[in-house]
């Protein structure tokens, strides 16, 4: 299988990004303390809603990064590949914003489709928005 390492920066939202892993957990019948076939590693740029301490306490298995308010989107995206890259040598990586919900079927999906093509592929998905057609 794969080797994938899925990162995203945050900024305060907690209730975002609760609601987010949770959602990615679940698509692997997992809780938070559980260990996932994939790495996550976040970069929290200076957080000042508690969000640094929560991840830390409820998700001991993922990646945490800390920034200091001057990373922005980019910046943070900029250290968690930098940091995946020195750390976790994964083949793949998946760029990712705390309020994405994938569908239940989402991983598996894409497992497999990474495993059909060769390493030098692009894959994109298609995202959808809420209460939206």
């Given at each position: 299988?794969?080797?994938v390492v899925l990162i995203f920066p945050i900024f305060n939202k907690l209730?975002?990004?609760?609601?987010?892993?949770?959602?990615?957990?679940?698509?692997?019948?997992a809780k938070g303390t559980d260990k996932l076939p994939i790495d996550i590693?976040?970069?929290?740029?200076?957080?000042?809603?508690?969000?640094?301490?929560?991840?830390?306490?409820?998700?001991?298995?993922?990646?945490?990064?800390?920034?200091?308010?001057?990373?922005?989107?980019?910046?943070?995206?900029?250290?968690?590949?930098?940091?995946?890259?020195?750390?976790?040598?994964?083949?793949?990586v998946l760029l990712w914003n705390n309020d994405v919900r994938p569908e239940?079927?989402?991983?598996?999906?894409?497992?497999?489709?990474?495993?059909?093509?060769?390493?030098?592929?692009?894959?994109?998905?298609?995202?959808?928005?809420?209460?939206?057609?």
């Amino acid at each position: 299988m794969a080797q994938v390492v899925l990162i995203f920066p945050i900024f305060n939202k907690l209730e975002y990004t609760k609601k987010g892993l949770a959602d990615i957990y679940s698509c692997f019948d997992a809780k938070g303390t559980d260990k996932l076939p994939i790495d996550i590693v976040i970069t929290d740029d200076g957080s000042t809603d508690g969000s640094y301490e929560w991840l830390q306490n409820n998700y001991p298995n993922i990646h945490l990064l800390k920034g200091d308010g001057t990373l922005w989107w980019s910046g943070g995206i900029n250290r968690a590949v930098q940091y995946s890259l020195d750390n976790l040598k994964k083949d793949y990586v998946l760029l990712w914003n705390n309020d994405v919900r994938p569908e239940k079927v989402y991983f598996e999906r894409l497992f497999q489709i990474l495993d059909e093509n060769s390493p030098e592929t692009i894959i994109c998905s298609k995202i959808y928005s809420e209460n939206q057609d």
